[in-house]
């Protein structure tokens, strides 16, 4: 069983920081092929899913959405199982429930195509002006 734990989120001001973290534990939760990625995306009330980050599982290719890029940053420790997201000059807009996943990175003439398979519950960011 797959079981993905996010932890992190929080309360911050424009211009603040923080650090999500997401343990992965369980098997089978990647497509093991070589567009296997850990990522986060985030949901707003009223809004659509947005792909924020992920990283290849087999690699150090991330890719990013394009409202987090240049703030964002995402890696791995696989000695941990565990997956972060540094998240800086964060902005009111960025305010959302943020979810740790499974996906499947596809990627066309260099756009970031995210497939999710498996997440967690998420972890509240709220950025206050």
């Known amino acids: 069983q797959v079981q993905l734990e996010e932890s992190g989120g929080g309360a911050v001001q424009t211009g603040g920081s923080l650090r999500l973290s997401c343990v992965v534990s369980?098997?089978?939760?990647?497509?093991?092929?070589?567009?296997?990625?850990m990522g986060w995306f985030r949901q707003a009330p009223r809004k659509e899913r947005e792909g924020v980050a992920a990283i290849l599982t087999g690699g150090d290719r991330t890719y990013y959405g394009d409202s987090v890029k240049g703030r964002f940053t995402i890696s791995q420790d696989n000695a941990k199982n565990t997956l972060y997201l540094q998240m800086d000059n964060l902005k009111p807009e960025d305010t959302a429930m943020y979810y740790c996943?499974?996906?499947?990175?596809?990627?066309?003439?260099?756009?970031?195509?995210?497939?999710?398979?498996?997440w967690g519950q998420g972890t509240q960011v709220t950025v206050s002006s």
């Open positions: 369980g098997s089978g939760y990647t497509s093991g092929g070589h567009s296997s990625c």
């Open positions: 996943a499974s996906l499947t990175c596809y990627t066309y003439s260099g756009i970031w195509y995210p497939e999710y398979n498996y």
